[in-house]
């Protein structure tokens, strides 16, 4: 095989793109993944994976020109001391806001799944059905028996953490022990119970190991350590990343060739042939040109940059962007609303009970149960919720001297307290797009892009209803001192923008069909983000997973057939 | 303060590299290399004196304590605006001089009993510059001291790899 010719390649090494290479890799394709960014390699690139706190520079803390001079990046939740070298700087790939949007990304090995939250949920048709029932998007063309034999194959292979709570809106998986509710979890979902029919805290569902299986352990993993200092990349494999799981695994089948520093400028369209050839490439070194060809394409660059591709991939034959002819690519992108929470203190008989140790499930998670089964409210759709109760030490820092030293030095126990984070599902309309600028290019000779998103009145009163209910089932629960606040943030703090290029069964109204492969050019697959018709309200990274392994084996039985 | 103790001390202090680089040599100037603020070796003086004062030493504290003035000094040059630094600077000035209440005197002279009655005078001080910098020493010094390897490591504060969630501890 000359050095540029592979039977797949892979664009992108993130959630999506490692289980893309990891599939075809272990088909026997020769596989070429390519990522803009640097390499990572488990364990070896973690600098900060064992430090303490003292010994970092600022305690954790990010100075003030890095925040300064990256004003997006710093509001992210992660971005701290620890895993600051893991996020892409504001100024290193610049955009255009004709709205403001918060663009988080993680451009080396690996991608955002070093830093990912790590909580994962399986959709159910209550999501799949939902623009089709509620009217907004196009029908999925897909439904949740379509998918589920594929979160089964990549659930086991990830290692997911929960228990098969038998709730409709989130099927159960296969689990591994879940990490339990703690005391007043616990007791808030109890309340849930008796006062409501359909309102339900569950141990977090999360892709961390708490009992390895034999796979697990020929991974390389061991059992999670509770450290909860995943964002740093773990040296257990406590928790799924590309880095630890699924490049190495394809790397151990001799047929994946990593190639980092590959900025994919375009997908080359063959006029001819009426496929998709290959990709060029920009060396960010070296600022030079390549191409690489392949009989499959996979997409993963992560949903604004596989969008940023296919509108760059312009041929005679797709004038406006590779697989285009519906006009919908860039357009109908969604994302989370992630702008509200909840609060109040707990007093009451569980103060006897503390907290012991760290929860790497974060707590709890409630599913959606607004207009879950039909339409009651005056929003479509609805919201999940992270929902934990916490109870930590404080210290007395009013006073100095040696009454200062001893309060330090015997800190006390605070009260519980309870948050609930709001998830909440948005619509994909078509105003909200990404386009490339006309006239900027970035330091690689790509357009770069404009962000026209927003949020709409339909969030608006998701919100208020959000702030309403958890309001109510507080004060039920007994709660004292409660109070909410909704954040002016703009889109994108979530980190699960989506859409752009969306499934469907109509080629006049969607890119991709049924197996996320492209109506127009059927060698060209997309699998991450961008993929999505609608955002439900679940973490989205496990859905990626299991799409794409799913398409892998749909892509791999129609080369079979000799269809590419 | 003893600037060869505060320099043997540089190494130790967590984050030991970034000063071991750092160390200035000139007898007028702040014994560590600040960029963003300028600092004199009275200042420095006067800082340490208040940051002992602010949370007193026992006697066995390690290095990386008895000079906590020096994350104080370096978490101000990184993580604090010009307007905070110059409030800070010229508030430590007016430490050294004494002048900036009715009962204060020049600070690094008076007596351990002074010293305390103005810190004590420090700790409940209206809005002010001078209350901008105590509050800044005060954090800061807090901050470097919960986050020290003497509390985490000896005195077992935080665990790197709990191994363990227990929602339901007893109290």
Same mark, same amino acid.
């Not at chain 1, 999501?127 to 999925?140: H, I, N, Q, S, Y």
């Given at each position: 095989?000359?050095?540029? #010719?592979?039977?797949?390649?892979?664009?992108?090494?993130?959630?999506?793109?490692?289980?893309?290479?990891?599939?075809?890799?272990?088909?026997?394709?020769?596989?070429?993944?390519?990522?803009?960014?640097?390499?990572?390699?488990?364990?070896?690139?973690?600098?900060?994976?064992?430090?303490?706190? *003292?010994?970092?520079?600022?305690?954790?803390?990010?100075?003030?020109?890095?925040?300064?001079?990256?004003? +997006?990046?710093?509001?992210?939740?992660?971005?701290?001391?620890?895993?600051?070298?893991?996020?892409?700087?504001?100024?290193?790939?610049?955009?255009?806001?004709?709205?403001?949007?918060?663009?988080?990304?993680?451009?080396?090995?690996?991608?955002?799944?070093?830093?990912?939250?790590?909580?994962?949920?399986?959709?159910?048709?209550?999501?799949?059905?939902?623009?089709?029932?509620?009217?907004?998007?196009?029908?999925?063309?897909?439904?949740?028996?379509?998918?589920?034999?594929? *979160?089964?194959?990549?659930?086991?292979?990830?290692?997911?953490?929960?228990?098969?709570?038998?709730?409709?809106? +989130?099927?159960?998986?296969?689990?591994?022990?879940?990490?339990?509710?703690?005391?007043?979890? @616990?007791?808030?979902?109890?309340?849930?119970?008796?006062?409501?029919?359909?309102?339900?805290?569950?141990?977090?569902?999360?892709?961390?190991?708490?009992?390895?299986?034999?796979?697990?352990?020929?991974?390389?993993?061991?059992?999670?350590?509770?450290?909860?200092?995943?964002?740093?990349?773990?040296?257990?494999?406590? *928790?799924?990343?590309?880095?630890?799981?699924?490049?190495?695994?394809?790397?151990?089948?001799?047929?994946?060739?990593?190639?980092?520093?590959?900025?994919?400028?375009?997908?080359?369209?063959?006029?001819?042939?009426?496929?998709?050839?290959?990709?060029?490439?920009?060396?960010?070194?070296?600022?030079?040109?390549?191409?690489?060809?392949?009989? #499959? +394409?996979?997409?993963?660059?992560?949903?604004?940059?596989?969008?940023?591709?296919?509108?760059?991939?312009?041929?005679?034959?797709?004038?406006?962007?590779?697989?285009?002819?519906?006009?919908?690519?860039?357009?109908?992108?969604?994302?989370?609303?992630?702008?509200?929470?909840? *609060?109040?203190?707990?007093?009451?008989?569980?103060?006897?009970?503390?907290?012991?140790?760290?929860?790497?499930?974060?707590?709890?998670?409630?599913?959606?149960?607004?207009?879950?089964?039909?339409?009651?409210?005056?929003?479509?759709?609805?919201?999940?919720?992270?929902?934990?109760?916490?109870?930590?030490?404080?210290?007395?820092?009013?006073?100095?001297?040696?009454?200062?030293?001893?309060?330090?030095?015997?800190?006390?126990?605070?009260?519980?307290?309870?948050?609930?984070?709001?998830?909440?599902?948005?619509?994909?309309?078509?105003?909200?797009?990404?386009?490339?600028?006309?006239? @900027?290019?970035?330091?690689?000779?790509?357009? +770069?892009?404009?962000?026209?998103?927003?949020?709409?009145?339909?969030?608006?009163?998701?919100?208020?209803?959000?702030?309403?209910?958890?309001?109510?089932?507080? @004060?039920?629960?007994?709660?004292?001192?409660?109070?909410?606040?909704?954040?002016?943030?703009?889109?994108?703090?979530?980190?699960?923008?989506?859409?752009?290029?969306?499934?469907?069964?109509?080629?006049?109204?969607?890119?991709?069909?049924?197996?996320?492969?492209?109506?127009?050019?059927?060698?060209?697959?997309?699998?991450?983000?961008?993929?999505?018709?609608?955002?439900?309200?679940?973490?989205?990274?496990?859905?990626?997973?299991?799409?794409?392994?799913?398409?892998?084996?749909?892509?791999?039985? @129609?080369?079979?057939?000799?269809?590419? | 303060?003893?600037?060869?103790?505060?320099? !043997?001390?540089?190494?130790?202090?967590?984050?030991?590299?970034?000063?071991?680089?750092?160390?200035?040599?000139?007898?007028?100037?702040?014994?560590?290399?600040?960029?963003?603020? !300028?600092?004199?070796? !009275?200042?420095?003086?006067?800082?340490?004196?208040?940051?002992?004062?602010?949370?007193?030493?026992?006697?066995?504290?390690?290095?990386?304590?008895?000079?906590?003035?020096?994350?104080?000094?370096?978490?101000?040059?990184?993580?604090?605006?010009?307007?905070?630094?110059?409030?800070?600077?010229?508030?430590?000035?007016?430490?050294?001089?004494?002048?900036?209440?009715?009962?204060?005197?020049?600070?690094?002279?008076?007596?351990?009993?002074?010293?305390?009655?103005?810190?004590?005078?420090?700790?409940?001080?209206?809005?002010?510059?001078?209350?901008?910098?105590?509050?800044?020493?005060?954090?800061?010094?807090?901050?470097?001291?919960?986050?020290?390897?003497?509390?985490?490591?000896?005195?077992?504060?935080?665990?790197?790899?709990?191994?363990?969630?227990?929602?339901?501890?007893?109290?």
């Amino acid at each position: 095989m000359k050095d540029n #010719i592979f039977d797949t390649i892979v664009i992108g090494s993130g959630i999506s793109g490692g289980w893309a290479a990891k599939e075809l890799a272990e088909a026997g394709l020769k596989t070429l993944v390519l990522e803009r960014g640097r390499d990572v390699k488990h364990v070896k690139d973690y600098p900060t994976t064992n430090m303490y706190p *003292y010994e970092f520079e600022h305690r954790l803390e990010v100075p003030l020109k890095l925040r300064e001079e990256n004003p +997006i990046v710093s509001k992210c939740y992660a971005f701290n001391e620890d895993a600051e070298h893991f996020f892409v700087k504001d100024t290193e790939h610049p955009y255009k806001q004709k709205k403001p949007f918060d663009w988080i990304r993680g451009y080396q090995v690996g991608g955002k799944s070093l830093l990912w939250a790590r909580q994962t949920q399986r959709w159910s048709d209550f999501d799949f059905e939902g623009p089709l029932r509620d009217g907004f998007a196009v029908d999925w063309p897909i439904r949740y028996k379509d998918l589920a034999p594929w *979160y089964d194959h990549v659930e086991k292979f990830v290692g997911i953490s929960g228990n098969r709570d038998g709730i409709a809106a +989130i099927p159960d998986g296969i689990f591994q022990p879940a990490f339990p509710l703690n005391a007043v979890e @616990e007791y808030f979902k109890n309340v849930l119970l008796k006062s409501y029919k359909d309102r339900h805290v569950v141990s977090a569902r999360c892709a961390h190991l708490s009992k390895p299986e034999p796979i697990h352990i020929a991974q390389g993993r061991v059992k999670c350590q509770n450290r909860t200092l995943c964002q740093r990349g773990c040296p257990f494999g406590g *928790y799924f990343s590309s880095n630890a799981v699924t490049l190495p695994w394809a790397e151990k089948t001799g047929n994946m060739t990593l190639r980092p520093f590959s900025v994919v400028e375009s997908i080359i369209y063959d006029d001819q042939t009426q496929k998709a050839k290959g990709v060029r490439i920009v060396d960010t070194n070296t600022k030079e040109s390549y191409e690489y060809y392949a009989k #499959i +394409i996979f997409v993963n660059a992560s949903t604004v940059n596989t969008n940023l591709i296919l509108l760059n991939s312009k041929s005679k034959r797709f004038p406006n962007g590779l697989g285009n002819d519906s006009g919908v690519l860039g357009k109908y992108i969604a994302f989370h609303n992630y702008s509200t929470r909840v *609060y109040a203190d707990y007093d009451g008989e569980l103060n006897h009970y503390k907290i012991d140790g760290r929860n790497p499930a974060g707590g709890g998670y409630m599913p959606r149960f607004r207009n879950l089964y039909k339409q009651e409210t005056d929003f479509l759709r609805g919201y999940a919720t992270g929902f934990g109760a916490s109870r930590s030490t404080y210290q007395e820092t009013s006073s100095f001297g040696e009454n200062l030293r001893d309060n330090l030095l015997n800190p006390k126990l605070g009260h519980w307290w309870v948050g609930a984070q709001m998830m909440g599902e948005t619509i994909p309309k078509k105003e909200n797009k990404v386009y490339l600028d006309l006239n @900027e290019k970035d330091a690689w000779g790509v357009p +770069i892009l404009n962000f026209d998103i927003d949020y709409d009145d339909n969030d608006e009163k998701m919100s208020k209803d959000f702030v309403d209910q958890f309001t109510e089932m507080y @004060e039920k629960a007994g709660f004292s001192n409660i109070h909410s606040s909704i954040d002016k943030q703009p889109p994108g703090l979530d980190i699960h923008e989506m859409g752009g290029v969306r499934m469907g069964r109509d080629p006049k109204t969607s890119i991709l069909n049924e197996w996320n492969q492209m109506h127009d050019c059927k060698n060209v697959f997309v699998t991450d983000g961008a993929c999505m018709t609608s955002t439900a309200t679940q973490n989205p990274s496990l859905t990626y997973m299991a799409m794409t392994a799913r398409a892998v084996n749909y892509a791999l039985s @129609e080369m079979k057939k000799g269809n590419f | 303060m003893n600037r060869r103790d505060a320099i !043997k001390g540089l190494s130790i202090l967590a984050g030991g590299m970034w000063l071991m680089k750092s160390c200035s040599l000139d007898p007028e100037s702040a014994s560590i290399e600040l960029h963003n603020y !300028k600092m004199t070796k !009275k200042m420095e003086d006067v800082l340490s004196i208040l940051v002992k004062t602010i949370l007193p030493l026992k006697g066995n504290e390690p290095e990386e304590i008895k000079n906590l003035h020096l994350f104080v000094m370096k978490m101000v040059d990184d993580c604090h605006d010009k307007s905070e630094q110059q409030i800070f600077t010229d508030s430590l000035e007016d430490l050294i001089r004494g002048n900036w209440h009715t009962k204060s005197k020049p600070f690094i002279t008076s007596t351990g009993e002074e010293k305390n009655m103005m810190v004590g005078l420090l700790n409940v001080l209206d809005d002010s510059n001078m209350k901008k910098c105590f509050e800044i020493a005060k954090r800061r010094t807090i901050q470097g001291y919960n986050n020290s390897a003497y509390l985490m490591k000896t005195k077992g504060t935080y665990e790197l790899i709990p191994g363990r969630y227990n929602g339901y501890a007893k109290v």
